[in-house]
Each structure stands twice: as structure tokens, then as C-alpha cells.
């Protein structure tokens, strides 16, 4: 069975405006495939659902068109939806309890369709839903009970036994594993994937984006109505390729997933349309947003331009102008005018030198808009060194560097001002990195002045408290006429923090920005950074000895040794599984227990790899050749390593171009 669904948009009618729920839908539903829906609540997951079931309620309007095997459906009378329903398409609702008649046993209500649509005689019908009930791990006495009477996992199976009584084609889950126990949702996952080696399709729509990936085959991200991408299953957390995809999966709380939750900027808005009648001309039709606290008459739409614009961490200016279409991204389908995220920083083989010692070697570094990029390593391992570089403050002695795909270098030499202003730095010694004869005032104004933006005393002023209020300090004068030595490292730090966002910078880089202060107020400035990473869509670059720190704010992880990344990938792989004897001496180190290699006066190996005289698995070939960039296959995880330290059932690649973004060869 295939089902199609071409440009399929659901409205509902309320008092002379039109919530606009679903928007143009195009997907297709594949034989022994499942197809995950992920989204917001509200973004109209639901009512993709109910509108395939023709379950709509009256004050609805749908067009389109949705084919069952080449059959139209939408449209079809009660009788014609009858011919379908629980035989070929059958749906398993989000409020189970609610679904079932109270006053009716469980199994009576199972064996209903059979009755219905077979017309079987009842004790066939209840002998037949006793057995699927049993299927789903129910027994006699329980399935002769009342709804009330069975745990909300009972109900879950009980409701997943009469939607598959008849065996359908297509099955949809509206949320199946919300509010249940790890054990009961290991089984329902399992039913589900029995359903699909039979040769079913399914149409899981969830929040659980764990479930998503590991159980689905396909994922739809649908946003405002509008399906934002789609892709394969497995790459939903390693490589999403819309910003939407890329912060719903940092908002989620995930088995693998290191790091603190994150969130998307900004709020989740409907969209409404609604008329203007005028006299004498035709009404004029209004899409708009409305949102908490917000009236709709200020808050129309443009007539063009992307639904994520105004949370985005890349938009710019034809995203509010440019209709936004679906795209070709690889494997995957992108609603972006920008073909996906983009990358913040590029970094192709940047070197740099203090005397003869190699501070950073041959590098390279993709980073991409809106994520949090941490960059580990000893003291001397060149992190600061890359960091600088990567935000201006240092000039490579060679290799490239773009920030928004524009050469910084050419930039810099053409106007220097307007780049220094989409970059901000926190420095490593918040005492040192501010001058003791400015005011709090002067010193968070600077960047203004510098670069020329500030405008008047007062403009000046005013985006002063703001920064200030941003970084949760006072904006009182007698706060603002102090100087640093009248303050703690904590206020200090936060003064930092508020002159590197002034300017309203894209990208943030945080040279051990915490490694002063103590653990409470680290905690409160971390906080602090990682909420204004989220609500100003920053790219970060973070710079830290500690990998506890890392696990924390982290999507992905560079590791540095003696001026090279030896190892980059998400947080989860690198710091859950690392490939790189080193990352483990650290992940170690970082627990009190050196395992033994710790020699930190250990003479680096000329021509080879610069960890092999501390690594216990060194053979005489890391002593004299370049280790290979080899990765994880299709993990976007790699280390260049002789030795890669993966499990018996892992296989990895060398010398093909790697997805990571930092090596130039990987895996075969």
C-alpha cells in the first residue's frame, strides 16, 4: 500500500478568521516504511493525522489531495471513509483513556470493528479480540475489565489490539509511547516495528524524538503547518540540516544526548488568516501570527518569506522576502532559502608559529550557525591559538578563514570595523581583559565606539542598560560609574560577557571564560551564557580544560594535542565513545585517574604521532608516520589515529572525504 498526500492545507474556521493548520503538505507513505513526525505541539502533527482517518471535526475546510493505492480519500462520505477505516487505515489516538467508552469492557470495544466492518458474530469477534489482547500482553481477567480499571500502559495496548484487529495497511500512532514506562514503551516500540516487517506503513507522529530515530526509517519536521525537511532516520541528531531540526533536537532530552537541554529562541506562534471586507473592492485575505498576549491586528505575515525567519539563527534579508521551497540537500528535503544551516566559520589549513614552536598545525574547522562548538586539550595544546584566529584576534601564518562564507581576511583589510562587530570575544582573565581605568559604563560602550555604532550619548547609553539587564547586572548609575577593582571576578566576568554581545554579534568565542571563578558563580555564568546562546541564536566557540564543563553545553567536540584537532564529532560520540587513546586520557584525567599514561615531560615523536610516547597501543609505525584520519562509519565522529579505539562489531574508514568538517582524508 502507498499513500499519497499532495498539497493537502487544513483550516479551521473561529469567529471570522481561519487557524491555518496544515499548509501545503506533500508526503508519501511507503510500503514497510515508517515515517516519523516530529514537531512543536501545535505545528499540526495531529490534524495530519485525523484529516488521513477523515476524522475532521465540521468546522474544518481541507483541500488537496490524498491517494490511498491511486484511490482519492479526501472528499469520501462517511460511507466511503467506513470502506477504509480499520481494514486499510487505522489510527491509535493521542488521550487513549479517552477513546474508549467507560461503559463498555475493554474487549467488547476490541472486538467492535471486527463486528462493524466483518460483520463476525460477537463470541467470534470476542474470542478474537481476547487473542489480540493477549498479543499485547493482557490477560483474560484484565481484558474483560473497564477502562478505568487498567494502568495507562494497559490502555496503551489495549487501544494498539484494536487498531491492528483487522490487520490494516496503514497504521497511525498519534504519541503511543507518551507517559509510559521505559519497559511498556520497549514493547509498544516492538509491536510497531512488527507492524512494519509485516508490510505495513506507519505514520508515527511524536515528541519523543529518540523513538523517532531509532525506530522510524524516514522523519517529516513539521513547523507552522509547513514541513520544514525531511531526511533519513538516523541522521536527525548528527546532521539536521534545517535550524528548526537542529534546535528541536538540542531541546530534547535524549538517552544518548551529554548536554544540557537548550531550546529554540522566541515562542511558537499559530497562524492565522483572516479578511479585511472594503467597500467597494474585493476582501483581502491576511495571513498573520498570533501568539501569547499578542493582538492580530499587528501582527500580519508577509505575503512571502520562511515561518522560522523570526527564531532563526541565520536568517537574513531575503528570508523575509523570498517564497521558500523545498529543496535537495543530499538525502535530505530543506525548506530553506539558505540550502540548510550554513556554516558560521570555515577554517582550510590554518597554521600558526611562535619561534619554532608549531602553536597550531595545518588545521581545519567547519562550524556551523547556532551550535555550541568546545575545543579540549592540555594547557599548550593550541585551543586559545585557534580560537583567536577563528575570531580575528590572531592572524594565521597560513590557511583560509570565512565567516559567512566571505574570506575574513579580505574583509578585515577592506573594513575591518563591520567584521570586528559580527564577532565577539570573552577572554580567559576577566581582571586582565578589562582596563582598571574605565568605568562599567566605558568598558561595556567600547565596542560601540571603536567600531563607530553607538550613535549619540544617549543611544549609547541606552543599548548600555540593555546589555547590562542581558547579563543580569544592574543598570543603576552609581553600578555604571564603578570600576573593576570595585567588583568580584563574577561581575567582572558578566561585564565581559555584556561588551562582547553589544555589538550583537553572530558568533561568541569563550576562552576558558569560567576557569577563575569559583564553582557557584561558574554555574550562575554558565547558565547565563548557554540562555543567551538560545535566545540571540549565537554560534559559540568554547574553549575549556574541562571536560565535565564540555559534556554540559557542548553539540559538538573538537580534542587539540600539540597544535593539531586529533579527534571532532558530536559531544555524545566523542566524549561517550572516543576513538582517540588521547580523548580517553583526558575523559580519565578529567575523573582523578590518569590510567596510568599521564607523563607530561614525554618528548613528542618527530614526524609521527605526537601522542604516541604517552599511548600504551603505539607501534613503531606512530613513531614515524602521519597518522590517517579515519571515522566511524556514517557517524560524523573521527580521530586521526593508527589505533582507533572501536568495539568488534564497529567498522570505520580511512582517506575519504569525512563529514566531521575537520579532516581532510577519512576512512575506507
Known sequence: MKLEIDNLTVTYRNNGHNLLALDRIDLTLERGRITALVGESGSGKTTLGRTLMGLLPDNSESSGCIKLDENEILGLDEEGLNE????????????????????HRIIDQVAEPLIQRRN????????????????????????????????????????????????????ILDEPTSALDAMTKAF???????????????????HDLDLAQKLSDDIAVLYLGRIMETM???????????????????????VQVLRDLGGIRGEAFYRITHQHPQTGEKAMFHNHIIGPGSFHEDRHVPPAGCLFQPRCTQADGDCLLK????INVGDHQVRCLRGGIVN?????????????????????????????????????????????????????????????????????????????????????????????????LDIVAEPLRIQGIGGDRKETFERVKKALADVRLPSEQEFLRRYPHELNLGAIQRVCIARALISEPSLLVADEPTSFLDPSVQ?????????????????????????GLARKIADRVGVMLAGKMVEIGPSSLVLGSPLHPYTSLLIKSAGGNGGGMVQMNAEPAKGGCSFAPRCTLADRACFWQLPPQVCLDGSYHSAACFRPQVTDNECFMENKPCLSGAAPACCN
Not at 85 to 94: D, E, G, I, N, T
Open 523 to 547: 554555574a550562575k555564568v554558565l547558565k547565563l551564557l548557554m540562555e543567551l546562546q538560545t535566545e540571540k541564536g549565537l554560534t559559540m566557540i568554547f574553549v575549556t580544560h574541562d571536560i
Open 323 to 326: 517564497n521558500v521551497s523545498m
Open 188 to 206: 509498544v516500540a516492538d509491536v510497531i516495528d512488527k507492524v512494519r516487517q509485516r508490510g505495513s506503513s506507519v505514520l508515527l507522529i511524536t
Open 344 to 440: 558560521r566559520i570555515e577554517l582550510k589549513g590554518v597554521s600558526k608559529r611562535y619561534g619554532q614552536v608549531v602553536a597550531l598545525d595545518c588545521t581545519n574547522l567547519d562550524l556551523r550557525a547556532g551550535e555550541v562548538f568546545c575545543v579540549v586539550g592540555e594547557t599548550g595544546s593550541g585551543k586559545s591559538t585557534l580560537a583567536m584566529i577563528a575570531s580575528g584576534v590572531l592572524l594565521p601564518d597560513s590557511g583560509l578563514r570565512f565567516f559567512d562564507s566571505i574570506d575574513m581576511d579580505e574583509w578585515r583589510k577592506k573594513d575591518y570595523k563591520s567584521l570586528a562587530g559580527r564577532i565577539g570575544v570573552v577572554y580567559q582573565n576577566p581582571s586582565q581583559s578589562v582596563s582598571h581605568r574605565l568605568s562599567v
Open 232 to 254: 533519513p532516520a538516523g541522521e536527525l541528531f548528527l546532521n539536521p540540516m534545517h535550524p528548526y531540526t537542529l534546535a528541536l533536537g538540542r531541546s530534547y532530552p535524549g
Open 84 to 103: 477504509i477505516r480499520w481494514s486499510k487505515v487505522a489510527m491509535v489516538f493521542q488521550n487513549q483513556a479517552a477513546n474508549f467508552n467507560p461503559a
Open 120 to 171: 463476525m458474530k460477537k463470541d467470534d469477534a470476542r474470542q478474537s479480540a481476547g487473542d489480540a489482547l493477549k498479543r499485547m500482553g493482557l490477560l483474560n481477567h484484565q481484558a474483560i475489565r473497564f477502562p478505568h480499571e487498567l494502568s495507562g500502559g494497559e490502555i496503551q495496548r489495549s487501544m494498539l489490539a484494536m487498531a491492528l484487529i483487522m490487520e490494516p495497511e496503514l497504521l
